[in-house]
Nanobody
């Protein structure tokens, strides 16, 4: 049974940092890509960042502007999203997703999803 567990969210002041983690089980983690998406209230889920299986290739949404960094540790079956210089508009539930079948920035192409972790940035 495939399971993705998101963690690391919380409440932080604007300008602060958080590191999200996504730990996978039940699949060959080192051979699949992983992405992060987020969804704010009353908004559609949007792409944040993604990383290919080896970790050498990464993708970011334009709004990142260098603030977020995605990385992975295949020995720990874990992908990280380091978020710096957080803004109130970054407030959302953040989800990791695994095994995209095509474009890494399309949520509908991912086969597995975590439960989400809430990130709240206060002004």
């Amino acid at each position: 049974q495939v399971q993705l567990v998101d963690s690391g969210g919380g409440l932080v002041q604007a300008g602060g940092s958080l590191r999200l983690s996504c730990t996978a089980s039940g699949l060959t983690f080192s051979s699949i890509g992983v992405g992060w998406f987020r969804q704010a209230p009353a908004k559609e889920r949007e792409f944040v960042a993604a990383i290919r299986s080896t970790g050498r290739i990464t993708y970011y949404a334009d709004f990142m502007k260098g603030r977020f960094t995605i990385s992975r540790d295949n020995a720990k079956n874990t992908v990280y999203l380091q978020m710096n210089s957080l803004k109130p508009e970054d407030t959302a539930v953040y989800y990791c997703a695994a095994d995209p079948r095509g474009s890494y920035d399309s949520a509908k192409l991912y086969g597995y999803w975590g439960q989400g972790t809430q990130v709240t940035v206060s002004s």
